[in-house]
């Protein structure tokens, strides 16, 4: 385990000064799962200021202590199990028509990647993904930003006479995702005491950027089960989410957990009619540390049938120039930028990531997905010193 540097405003504190802050259920936030807030958007529609005031109560915490809340009132049950009965029927094909789509076929890190082919902390992970974009054309412009030329290309869509069923739900999903994540941001701006403009330019002026993926964690056999009885079977890898300022996600069985700021784990399993949010690093870069993007993973033995989870990743579009927000301001909205936290992840932001967070991205990109980055990319992998 290891205490991340944290930004600069901690510099003039002593590490040791620091408490480690534990989760605990900060009065007035809505109960969610074992206190992991519970944020109601329908209480913003009541118009009783005590419902506005348990809404941000709940968002607050989440921000400031958990880095994960529970979003109710976004999407119902049933189009939660449409989306996943979607991804699962594309899960279920044969290997080789899933091969079809192989994200080691495309210089855009789209498309699918095999069990075991995304790494996260140096580790294969127990997982197959579909990666989806904006669906744009390649750019080849060699003035063209580098990143553009890396990460921008049309998404690889399986043949619908094979999945009738699988676009339409999908991109509803996804496009739900993407209209709450914005209502969201929209909240916390106010909770972080900075004006409505941070959002036009972060993500109206310029298209946001899009990453969207569907997992599937396949269950333990009862051998390995038998093999494994304690520990962590990774899933995914403990990690903070590098490129996203939130990450929005459904799933159909328990399996994620998420770090304890004293270094211990919290599972975070579905709840129905609900999304699962947490808040990425460059939102945490963004204020400071203040809002946490806490340290998550995925520990395959909880699972039972074979589990699928739909995440999506809020990110401003890598061109808008950022910086982090004053910190004057923050402190005068009351945000708290005083804390450290433990956490498994490997991690040492320290600001200056925001100028470039394309870069960060492609950075990122090339660790999970190194079977693409060293066919295509070779100079990344080499700048990156990824094996
Ligand atoms: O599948 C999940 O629940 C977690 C996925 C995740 O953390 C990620 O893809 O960044
Ligand atoms: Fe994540």
């Known amino acids: 385990m290891t205490v991340p540097q944290s930004p600069d405003v901690h510099q003039s504190v002593s ?24 944020v109601d958007l329908d209480l913003l529609k009541t118009g009783n200021p005590e ?5 941000y109560d709940a968002l607050r915490s989440a921000l400031f202590d958990y880095g994960f809340l529970y979003i109710k009132g976004a999407i119902t049950q049933d189009d939660i199990e449409e989306a996943i009965g979607a991804a699962k029927t594309f899960f279920a094909l044969p290997l080789a028509t899933k091969l079809l789509l192989d994200a080691r076929d495309d210089p855009h890190f789209r498309g699918y990647m095999h069990l075991c082919g995304e790494v996260t ?29 890396v990460l921008e290309g049309p998404n690889r869509w399986p043949d619908p006479a094979l999945l009738p069923n699988f676009r339409a739900p999908i991109e509803r999903y996804f496009t739900t995702c993407h209209t ?20 036009q330019r972060l993500f109206v002026d310029n298209p946001p950027f899009l990453f969207a993926k569907l997992a599937f964690y396949p269950a333990l056999s009862e051998e390995e089960e038998r093999n494994q009885p304690e520990g962590f079977v990774q899933g995914i890898g ?51 540390g203040a809002a946490r993007a806490t340290t998550h993973r995925v520990d395959t033995r909880q699972i039972r049938r074979g589990r699928t989870s739909l995440p999506y990743f809020l990110m401003p579009n890598f ?23 433990v956490t498994d992840a490997d991690s040492s932001w320290n600001g200056e990531e925001l100028r470039d967070l394309g870069e960060r991205w492609m950075l990122n990109r090339t660790k999970q997905y190194p079977e693409v980055a060293k066919k295509y990319w070779p100079e990344l992998v080499e700048k990156y010193g990824v094996k």
């Open 15 to 38: 590490p040791s000064s620091i408490p480690i802050t534990k989760l605990e259920l900060q009065p007035g936030a809505a109960p969610g799962v074992d206190n992991i807030p519970l």
């Open 51 to 55: 419902d506005e005031k348990q809404f």
């Open 121 to 149: 902390q140096f580790k294969s992970n127990l997982r197959e993904n579909l990666d989806f974009g904006f669906d744009e054309a390649e750019v080849t412009d060699p003035s063209a930003p580098l990143w553009q030329r």
């Open 180 to 199: 709450t994540s914005l209502l969201l941001f929209r909240h916390i701006v106010r909770i972080l005491g900075c004006s409505e403009s941070h959002i």
């Open 238 to 288: 403990p990690h903070r989410d590098a490129g996203s300022w939130l990450t929005l996600l459904v799933q159909d069985e328990p399996g994620l957990q998420v770090q304890r700021h004293d270094g211990t784990w919290l599972d975070a399993p579905p709840v129905p009619g609900t999304i699962v949010a947490n808040i990425g690093l460059p939102l945490e870069l963004f204020t400071h």
């Open 319 to 341: 061109s808008t120039p950022l910086s982090q927000l004053p910190l004057s301001s923050l402190l005068a909205a009351g945000v708290p930028v005083d804390k450290r936290f």
